[in-house]
């Protein structure tokens, strides 16, 4: 296991600091997130977004009264046949997954939703390397 870093830290204060359904859900997810990549890095930005990278940005989780929102910043491009984004279906980019509380989430479709999420960044900044080398 690696030393937390400051982001880990300010994401597991966020965590304890919200002491209910949409803490134990932000908590659930990162789990999610780490067994899929388990060397992702963990980032804090945006005056307190948590956002988990790889080669880029995966996705942030943000918490609202009403909904924990996992925004992938790829999310648009990404294949979702089990229909996890239910939010931010207009975008060009983007796209999200809104939890309720007591909403279930399908384990194994959103860390391939992940993993997928990594490739496409991994294959963007392949096509950047190879870019600038012509």
Same mark, same amino acid.
């Given at each position: 296991?690696?030393?937390?870093?400051?982001?880990?830290?300010?994401?597991?204060?966020?965590?304890? /600091?919200?002491?209910?359904?949409? $803490? !134990? @859900?932000?908590?659930? &997810?990162? *789990? =999610?997130?780490?067994?899929?990549?388990?060397?992702?890095?963990?980032?804090?930005?945006?005056?307190?977004?948590?956002?988990?990278?790889? /080669?880029?940005?995966?996705?942030? $989780? !943000? @918490?609202?009264?009403? &909904?924990? *929102? =996992?925004?992938?910043?790829?999310?648009?491009?990404?294949?979702?046949?089990?229909?996890?984004?239910?939010?931010?279906?207009?975008?060009?980019?983007?796209?999200?997954?809104?939890?309720?509380?007591?909403?279930?989430?399908?384990?194994?479709?959103?860390?391939?939703?992940?993993?997928?999420?990594?490739?496409?960044?991994?294959?963007?900044?392949?096509?950047?390397?190879?870019?600038?080398?012509?």
């Amino acid at each position: 296991m690696k030393p937390p870093t400051e982001a880990t830290e300010k994401i597991t204060q966020r965590i304890a /600091d919200l002491a209910d359904w949409r $803490g !134990e @859900t932000l908590a659930y &997810v990162r *789990k =999610l997130i780490h067994q899929a990549v388990p060397d992702v890095r963990e980032e804090w930005k945006w005056m307190g977004t948590p956002v988990w990278e790889h /080669d880029g940005g995966i996705c942030t $989780g !943000e @918490t609202y009264k009403q &909904v924990v *929102k =996992l925004t992938f910043h790829r999310g648009a491009s990404l294949d979702d046949p089990d229909k996890l984004f239910n939010s931010s279906l207009e975008g060009n980019v983007r796209r999200a997954i809104d939890i309720r509380q007591g909403g279930k989430l399908d384990e194994a479709a959103f860390q391939q939703l992940i993993r997928a999420a990594v490739a496409a960044n991994a294959a963007a900044q392949a096509e950047r390397k190879a870019k600038k080398k012509k």
